[in-house]
């Protein structure tokens, strides 16, 4: 199983930033696919999750309103679209697999490498 996320930068506060992540078409067309994120000396959060039909989706509620998460089957990739980044937006950006659709890391099995995300004021 190989997750690989990209799409992370630097970017000023209020722009949009848009991260992808591709999997294999297995792992695409069966799982669930989240997004969490990671700021320097603070736990793991969820940020967004989508369904393997690409349906049902969940965000956290710090995000919830600018930021989307879709899945692209032509290309088995996930994205997630940011909009109006804040700075406290910043941190490691990590795509991972679940078999279901939830909020809880412990639902998911396999992660992609981070990427970094950073918004200045």
């Known amino acids: 199983v190989q997750l690989q996320a990209f799409g992370g930068g630097l970017v000023q506060a209020g722009k949009s930033l848009r991260l992808s992540c591709t999997a294999s078409?297995?792992?695409?067309?069966?799982?669930?696919l989240g997004w969490f994120r990671q700021a320097p000396g603070k736990e793991r959060e969820f940020v967004a999750a989508?369904?393997?039909?690409?349906?049902?989706?969940t965000y956290a509620d710090s995000v919830k309103g600018r930021f989307t998460i879709s899945r692209a089957r032509a290309d088995n990739t996930v994205y997630l679209q940011m909009n109006t980044l804040k700075p406290e937006d910043t941190a490691v950006y990590f795509c991972?697999?679940?078999?279901?659709?939830?909020?809880?890391?412990?639902?998911?099995?396999?992660w992609g490498q981070g990427t970094q995300v950073t918004v200045s004021s």
């Open positions: 989508v369904g393997w039909s690409g349906g049902d989706t």
């Open positions: 991972a697999r679940g078999l279901v659709i939830t909020r809880s890391s412990r639902g998911y099995d396999y």
């Open positions: 078409e297995r792992t695409f067309s069966t799982y669930a």
